[in-house]
T-cell receptor
């Protein structure tokens, strides 16, 4: 099946700093790629996704580009805010090809803390 | 509002006392899953269901049971909980489409087994 390796944290930044969280994947074919975010005390929610190679997903100032050459989907934000403090998960369908059957494989998560 | 609900949100119990965590979704999704989240291990899938009466094991099914008698509900059952099942549990649902398979998560259930 497919797998994902995510940069381990935690990551601590000052407000307005630049953020990069690395994510690389191993997959058969070119599956969709996802970033999920988990705010304190809440469940995961989709942050952004890219469904094919070279696509860029974006939301709330975050961006990630689907790069098949380097099998990467790094998450970036140019200027983080205190409210971005959360856990970030990279994910992709667990199964190679076909229907995912609702199963995603998640990275271990990166804890981001942003100080004022 | 599209949502996945779980109950209870917090539960403290003792070893061996059967418990059920409920999960319900209102999006008419085919697929539902249960995950557990543990520090340093990320999210691991326990069980998933592709439709009513169709379930299959995920990565860590030992000690858990599920049922899918209705499309909207997918309860997680711990017949005889043990301390190693202390964890944060999430239910999720999705349409199952390979190309845009967004999973919608519930708010989580924090379980402590003493």
């Amino acid at each position: 099946g497919n797998s994902v390796t995510q940069m381990e944290g935690p990551v601590t930044l000052s407000e307005e700093a630049f953020l990069t969280i690395n994510c690389t994947y191993t997959a058969t074919g070119y599956p969709s790629l996802f970033w999920y975010v988990q705010y304190p005390g809440e469940g995961l929610q989709l942050l952004l996704k890219a469904t094919k190679a070279d696509d860029k997903g974006s939301n709330k100032g975050f961006e990630a580009t689907y790069r098949k050459e380097t099998t990467s989907f790094h998450l970036e934000k140019g200027s983080v805010q205190v409210s971005d403090s959360a856990v970030y998960f990279c994910a992709l369908p667990a199964n190679a090809g076909g229907t995912s059957y609702g199963k995603l494989t998640f990275g271990q998560g990166t804890i981001l803390t942003v100080h004022p | 509002e599209a949502q996945v609900t779980q109950n209870p949100r917090y539960l403290i119990t003792v070893t061996g006392k059967k418990l059920t965590v409920t999960c319900s979704q209102n999006m008419n999704h085919e697929y539902m899953s249960w995950y557990r989240q543990d520090p340093g291990l990320g999210l691991r899938q326990i069980y998933y269901s592709m439709n009513v009466e169709v379930t299959d094991k995920g990565d860590v099914p030992e000690g858990y049971k599920v049922s899918r008698k209705e499309k909207r509900n997918f309860p997680l059952i711990l017949e005889s909980p043990s301390p190693n099942q202390t964890s944060l549990y999430f239910c999720a649902s999705s349409s199952g489409d390979y190309r845009s398979d967004t999973q919608y998560f519930g708010p989580g259930t924090r379980l402590t087994v003493l």
